[in-house]
């Protein structure tokens, strides 16, 4: 299966990434890229938070919904998501009239599982174990269309769309920061700035942002092939696996220039600036890519951090507004 | 000079409007009209709290020094401001050199005073009736090149470019909901709407939103002009003032279609709705545009309520968050 991912998604042209704008049109915005003033840079926020249900999934979620085969999606729709991509794939098979039945991690925020509930999705709650177990071998033991949340072709090619506008959008971009969850979403960003010319002639590096507390990618670069990490507590969900997935280890190897590893004061911190200069609420794994592209090496540059989303527990946000790093 | 304005401002063309966009061009961004599912009505929100500066008054204030002569310029930049319409003169003049004196009131938001001196400005700071002499009189008594927060036909056509972008992007609006400050806002959307065709034909509704604490409006349109009000105490400021301008009634007379009075119990629900569910940090004026266009009243419609700015104490805002009315 890696082979034939990676394979398929490095065959992708422009086109591939173009068709997703208008498929997904009713169901995602085009975010907008706030500039935020700096002395030393030029930032802008790309603002997936600002997305219907709070995340950049939707774009994915919509996306391969609708390549799907019509009669496999009979069956209904399963996924395995920690939320985000759950209530994508939820909202997009609503708006189609299918049952979805969710796995789920028992680490998820319970602000995604009440949202996913709101969607009308079955929910089916699993050890942290079980469910990475769902997402390895993409079997949760019923029958229906399975959607996998990072390595699929579609969802790849549906987060693309990001590309795209921040080329559009900023057309200067240096570098574009992109936390690392499964890895499906900085490899369809790349992949369309890829296909759009805008790596190879000037090159626009791409930066993995990973939360000290679990750095699958830093880990596998460091050994040449994905590894089990330890996955520490932390208050940032949505990213931080205990292992890069073997079939995303070649679009990452290829796709990723550099990680930057970013502490909880730092993504803290972030997460205050965005809600206080920007007036966004972030999730913690948008915390982490402002806070990686703050880092001194990006002075001088113009640098596009993916504020991935919104979704973080109302209590939890409180208590970082108020000045807490965990 | 309340005939002077407003005679003025009713003589606008849709190229005044126009010719805004790409004035401000450098100074402001289109701020995007996010979607709020809801089951009853079309929701967009005209998202200004994005803007840099966090306000919609970036907009105006740039405009205004834009179209301001060089001459009088040069003697440097006064304006009185509760804070959002000093700090876009600030950075506007910022960025042509220029030195400006404004004015607060002591009950300003600390969160904005510490961003005007951010930004260079000089603060004045004397009570809350001293402050209204020096907007309604425009003497600050000192030299300098005055420009008023919202009676200043420069201000009002700046503004004008929300109602502009509103029609591109909602073009089946039915009703914009603004919030009451001086009026400078919901003028220029208005007779940029109107300009633009889209009042008189199919007719856009124009709502003012005012807070149960101060309703300068409200009171106006019951007694036929402006008389003076009861500023309560809110955690809401930049809205509420203490009686409409004698110069901004007949625009707002003629303008406004109807006006909505917001509980604090509306507007903090409004706030945390934004927060949780559009994933954006509001002001209380921001939050009260929502929660009027909650109101029943307008089921079946599509509304627009304009989230005039993000700029906010921590406090404040955390302890709203937490599920406090006031």
Do not use: Y
Request: some cysteine.
């Amino acid at each position: 299966m890696d082979r034939d991912l990676a394979t398929a998604a490095f065959a992708t042209s422009l086109a591939d990434f173009q068709a997703v704008a208008d498929r997904v049109a009713n169901d995602a915005i085009v975010t907008p890229a706030l500039p935020l003033a700096l002395p030393d840079r030029k930032l802008f926020l790309k603002a997936e938070c600002l997305q219907p249900l709070g995340s950049f999934k939707i774009r994915a979620a919509a996306n391969a919904l609708a390549v799907a085969p019509k009669a496999e999606l009979a069956k209904g729709v399963i996924t395995a998501s920690a939320g985000n991509f759950g209530q994508g794939i939820a909202l997009a098979a609503k708006a189609r009239g299918l049952p979805v039945h969710v796995v789920v991690p028992d680490t998820s925020a319970k602000v995604k599982i009440a949202a996913l509930q709101d969607l009308g999705a079955t929910i089916e709650t699993v050890s942290f174990s079980d469910w990475w177990q769902v997402i390895m071998t993409r079997d949760a033991g019923r029958p229906g269309f399975f959607v996998h949340p990072v390595a699929e072709l579609a969802v790849i090619i549906g987060n693309g769309g990001i590309g795209l506008e921040i080329a559009r959008q900023v057309p200067d971009v240096d570098t574009v920061l992109v936390p690392l969850g499964g890895g499906g979403m900085i490899s369809g960003i790349a992949l369309a700035l890829r296909a759009a010319g805008r790596v190879g002639g000037r090159k626009v590096r791409i930066v993995a942002c990973e939360i000290e507390s679990s750095a699958p990618l830093t880990a596998a670069r460091k050994a040449g092939h994905p590894v089990t990490v330890k996955r520490g507590a932390s208050w940032i969900d949505g990213i931080g696996s205990t292992g890069v997935l073997p079939e995303m280890w070649p679009l990452l190897d290829q796709l990723v220039d550099d990680v930057v590893v970013v502490s909880h004061a730092q993504a803290a911190q972030a997460l205050r600036i965005l809600a206080s200069r920007a007036h966004i609420v972030a999730e913690g794994a948008g915390a982490v890519a402002l806070a990686a592209a703050l880092h001194p090496s990006f002075a001088g540059q113009t640098v596009v951090p993916v504020i991935s989303g919104g979704n973080i527990d109302v209590a939890t946000f409180a208590r970082i507004l108020g000045g807490a790093d965990t």
